[in-house]
């Protein structure tokens, strides 16, 4: 399924299967008016309004009123901007959402959205059984009592109503749009007859039955029919509630509310039909404010002129009453039956679209892919069965006010994430949000939200409650299964604003060494032989920024198209199968020196830009390739890629092999060592990584793990101490990643090196014992929980001689922000000297999963950059993972 649109200005959006032009034939008047109107005139209107008025009294009869059409006008402004920002496509309100919120909320809301539907089919099928027994009940009576009543002949009867409801869906919805003018003309002819009878129809008293509570026992109850008579206004303006005589429990506000507001849920009508309307975004929002509009004007109107001329008895114990006072009863009769008729049909088709929009979009899998079938004149018939089936057992819930709370839930909950939909477009601030209709605001959709809910927990907590966690529980669902849509996301709008905003107030004039944070540039030639360590950095960063670098080589102007552009998309492919929190910045350059260079000054923005390299060590091991190691980068059914809809051909064919021992390499010594000191004369912090491919598998919190630290330049130990800036920054890095959960429960040790056969050295004092307190001290001041292991230097080296020149032959480092000024050459180390260092390390640290050591300055003359490295490689010959660190940047505090 694809969904071609504009990259820049989106007119329309994706349509849940493709357009049908030919089924879209209805008007604003046929395809909203008609519809919203029968919907909102059905059960409540007819065989309610009596309900409403005898409990609540008039006065929270309005208040109801007024609060049930605020939420819904506030509603319905949101509706009219979103559908007025594009075209409207086939699902009505789910499409709306789906599209504005992303495929998420919009799933998981149009499935509830379409459980209210099918609700409130139930709803009036229960409604116009009801008024059926009313007038043919056994116990009506009248003199037609034929039908026998109970609770399972009341589902019998409901069965039926619904076969024929059914069989008219599954003839299509242009039958149903046809006799609804026609069954419109009948509840208005109705209507008129009510309001012209409570005119005319002089008092009549009265006498109304009901089954008592043991067998063959009747209640009765005299009453009358007053006219108009202001003494029961003023004693139907006040609430009573009291025992509701069909469902046997006491009223209260929020169950009558809960009924009422029934009578409000149809202005989704037009919008579920947005799939056969001519223009959608131009009908919508018109018809449905007509339509309410109208409504309103008639439930006033009607609650005014009850509450004037029928006895309050007449209205709690009668909930048909209408029919007793009419100049013709059998005109009300047929208008309670149509109207009831036609929301039920209305519903069941509008929950039939909303669910074959679902199943087009595939959100929920093999489960309602057969709902996706339809017609070859566009019928969803497999929709309309699976629905069917849905309101047949809510019908066995019997009695129509016990479900009402239950629908008013469902409605309320889709009202509000609406009104969430319009309120994230405002504030996300896009471009493209530019709808025709004008007359909303965030207050509106603030509103609208706040009403909703509020209204929720009022009606029913528990039913509220269990919506909000069936909601959170299909969202989580359709999260973790369904793959990137092309619909768009308004939360990346939202963040990108918000990120925007703070961005702005990060001010790096206030940056304190108290709250420094690795935020780390990590340099890939190759991912696929770089992925464990960039799952190591990624442990290391401690919450701060975190970005894959790579330079492409070639030249722009000699290129029709910049080639870098096509390769962000298997870069974040990688990151998201790694499952690391790393950005990704790409860069075209002739040199990978030049191209760091790059990266190091543009990456990152404001307050957030890296202040450590990392780099892979230059040597001539041949890499190993992880992608053929790794199970996520192998495919399988249900694995990662899978479930990230990555495609894992396409990925592993972007990536070159691994470097072979024959392999011409794009980096010389020199420049690696010029990218070394390019990045300490920019203020970066440089760290070198080795044998981080021989990095074991995590274990659960660390437990078992090591970490060795050498805070001390082991190539000129003389020409600094454990005070340095470079000395504390790698105690910090190595704190950092003991900090990280995969390494919490690992174990730090902190290797001292002292002269056995000397007093002298960075701490004062006679003898090493006094430099291990002194550390140990210092350690404490830094909070770091370490162990101090004391190596002899002597031991390595008096044997094999420190130096083939003299003491003084060339400065490595030390001294303060690691080493002063630059070499002019690199030191003269003997290679039994660099042995000797080596072995010590190897034995001390033989069982050490990650050691940090100090990395010296590198020498300025780009001729001393084999010696360079080739003394950093014999250092760390057969080491294992080790780190190799330089640090400019004071980051240690021992203040509050």
Not at 863 to 869: E, G, K, M, P, V
Request: proline share 5%; net charge neutral.
């Amino acid at each position: 399924m694809t969904h071609e649109h504009s990259p820049l200005l989106s007119c329309e959006l994706a349509a849940p299967g493709g357009d049908r032009d030919n089924a879209r034939s209805l008007n604003t008047f046929f395809g909203v008016v008609v519809p919203t109107v029968l919907s909102m005139f059905s059960i409540v209107l007819f065989l309610r309004t009596g309900f409403v008025i005898g409990h609540a009294g008039l006065l929270h009869a309005l208040i109801m009123l007024g609060v049930a059409y605020l939420i819904i006008s506030m509603t319905i402004l949101s509706v009219c901007a979103i559908s007025t920002n594009g075209a409207v496509q086939g699902g009505g309100a789910y499409f709306m959402i789906s599209r504005s919120l992303g495929p998420e909320f919009g799933g998981s809301i149009g499935l509830m959205f379409y459980l209210a539907n099918v609700c409130a089919c139930g709803v009036y099928v229960l409604g116009l059984v009801e008024a059926i027994l009313d007038t043919f009940g056994q116990e009506a009576g009248s003199s037609l009592q034929v039908l026998p009543e109970g609770y399972w002949f009341g589902v019998l009867y409901s069965s039926v109503v619904l076969l024929l409801c059914l069989l008219v869906c599954l003839v299509g919805s242009h039958l149903y749009t046809r006799a609804s003018f026609l069954i419109l003309l009948v509840v208005t002819v109705t209507l008129l007859s009510i309001i012209i009878s409570m005119l005319m129809v002089r008092p009549i008293q009265m006498t109304v039955s009901h089954p008592g509570d043991t067998p063959n026992t009747t209640l009765s109850y005299n009453t009358s029919y007053t006219g108009f008579n202001m003494s029961t206004l003023k004693h139907n303006l006040r609430a009573g509630y009291a025992l509701d005589y069909s469902t046997k429990a006491v009223m209260t506000f929020a169950s009558v509310f809960a009924v009422m507001f029934n009578g409000c849920t149809g202005i989704m009508a037009g919008a579920n039909m947005s799939g056969e309307l001519k223009n959608p975004s131009v009908s919508i929002p018109r018809g449905t404010i007509i339509a309410v509009a109208y409504t309103f004007i008639i439930y006033l109107l009607v609650f005014l002129l009850v509450s004037s001329t029928c006895d309050r008895v007449l209205l709690v114990q009668d909930y048909g009453f209408f029919h007793r006072i009419n100049v013709w009863p059998p005109l009300v009769t047929l208008g309670v039956y149509c109207s009831a008729l036609s929301a039920a049909m209305s519903s069941l088709i509008g929950a039939s679209r909303i669910l074959h929009a679902l199943s087009l979009d595939q959100l929920f899998g093999c489960f309602l892919a057969p709902a996706s079938i339809t017609t070859p004149a566009g019928n969803p018939w497999v929709a309309v069965l699976y629905t069917w089936a849905l309101v047949q057992c809510v019908v066995l819930a019997g009695q129509l006010n016990s479900i009402t709370s239950l629908v008013t839930v469902f409605y309320l909950l889709a009202y509000a994430a609406v009104d969430l939909a319009c309120l994230a477009l405002e504030w996300a601030s896009a471009p493209n949000f530019r709808p025709t209709f004008q007359l909303f605001s965030w207050h509106s959709c603030l509103l609208g939200i706040v009403g909703s809910v509020v209204m929720m927990f009022v009606i029913e907590p528990l039913f509220s409650s269990a919506s909000i966690a069936l909601l959170l529980l299909l969202l989580l669902f359709i999260h973790y299964r369904s793959p990137t849509s092309s619909w768009g996301y308004v939360s990346q709008a939202l963040i990108f604003h918000q990120v925007r905003k703070y961005l702005l107030l990060l001010d790096v004039r206030k940056d304190h060494v108290k709250f420094w944070r690795p935020q780390v540039l990590l340099m890939v030639s190759n991912p696929r032989s770089s992925c464990q360590l960039v799952s190591f950095v990624n442990q290391l960063k401690k919450g701060g920024l975190f970005v894959l670098g790579h330079v492409h080589l070639g030249d722009l102007d000699s290129l029709a198209r910049d080639p870098v552009l096509p390769q962000y998309q298997f870069w974040l492919n990688l990151v998201e199968l790694l499952q690391v929190k790393a950005f990704v910045d790409l860069t075209l350059s002739t040199t990978v020196r030049q191209g760091t260079q790059h990266l190091l000054r543009i990456t990152g923005l404001g307050g957030m830009k890296p202040n450590t390299l990392v780099l892979g060590f230059y040597d001539s091991c041949v890499p190993d390739d992880y992608f053929v190691q790794d199970a996520a980068f192998c495919g399988g059914v249900g694995g990662v890629a899978e479930r990230l809809g990555v495609d894992l051909p396409s990925l592993q064919a972007h990536f070159p092999p691994v470097r072979s021992q024959e392999s011409l390499r794009q980096l010389s010594p020199e420049e690696y060592v010029g990218i070394i000191r390019d990045g300490i004369k920019m203020g970066k912090n440089v760290c070198l990584a080795r044998y981080f491919h021989n990095l074991p598998p995590a274990t659960k919190g660390g437990a078992g793990r090591m970490i060795d630290v050498w805070p001390l330049n082991l190539l000129r130990p003389e020409s600094g101490g454990y005070l340095d800036v470079c000395s504390l920054f790698l105690l910090q890095l190595a704190c950092v990643l003991n900090m990280a959960n995969a390494w919490r429960h690992a174990h730090m040790r902190i290797f001292l090196c002292v002269e056995a056969e000397s007093d002298q050295g960075a701490w004062p004092g006679p003898g090493w014992l006094q430099k291990e307190a002194g550390l140990r001290e210092l350690l404490g001041k830094l909070r770091i929980r370490a162990s101090i292991q004391v190596v002899t230097w002597d031991a390595y080296t008096e044997t094999e001689g420190r130096r083939a020149a003299t003491p003084g032959g060339g400065d490595v480092g030390g001294g303060e922000n690691g080493g002063g000024g630059w070499a002019r050459k690199a030191p003269s180390l003997s290679p039994e000297f660099l042995s000797s260092v080596n072995r010590m390390l190897q034995e001390n640290s033989a069982q050490s999963d990650v050691r940090f050591l100090y990395l010296p300055r590198p020498p300025a003359p780009p001729d001393q950059s084999h010696a360079y490295l080739a003394q950093l490689e014999a250092v760390t010959n057969d080491l294992g993972p080790t780190l190799l660190v330089h640090g400019l940047t004071p980051v240690t505090c021992t203040e509050l």
